[in-house]
Nanobody
Framework: QVQFVESGGDLVQPGGSLRLSCAVSGRPLSFNAMAWYRQAPGKQRELVSR???????TVADSVKGRFTTSKDGVNSMVYLQMDSLKPEDTAVYYCNTNPPVANSWGQGTQVTVSP
């Protein structure tokens, strides 16, 4: 069974940067991309970024130009580099495949952007 363990969240001031890490163990049965998702209080979980098996990257319009994602060559680690953070980026961040493995969500890592 695949497992995802996220880390790197913190309290940061607006305009700051954070790098989130995701350790992937096990092997997803099949996937097209590794992805980062986030869930803010009172909101649904949303897709933030994807890195495809060929290395291509897509990000949500709300984070375009500020966030990017990367992975190691064997997909055991996935990263989310977040720059120019805004208060609206405050959320719990999760990694998973895309589409996600429903029963394999990790605990996530809390990112709080506040003065």
């Amino acid at each position: 069974q695949v497992q995802f363990v996220e880390s790197g969240g913190d309290l940061v001031q607006p305009g700051g940067s954070l790098r989130l890490s995701c350790a992937v163990s096990g092997r997803p049965l099949s996937f097209n991309a590794m992805a980062w998702y986030r869930q803010a209080p009172g909101k649904q979980r949303e897709l933030v970024s994807r890195i495809w098996v060929d290395g291509g990257i897509t990000v949500a319009d709300s984070v375009k130009g500020r966030f990017t994602t990367s992975k190691d060559g064997v997909n055991s680690m996935v990263y989310l580099q977040m720059d120019s953070l805004k208060p609206e980026d405050t959320a719990v961040y999760y990694c998973n495949t895309n589409p996600p493995v429903a029963n394999s969500w990790g605990q996530g890592t809390q990112v709080t952007v506040s003065p």
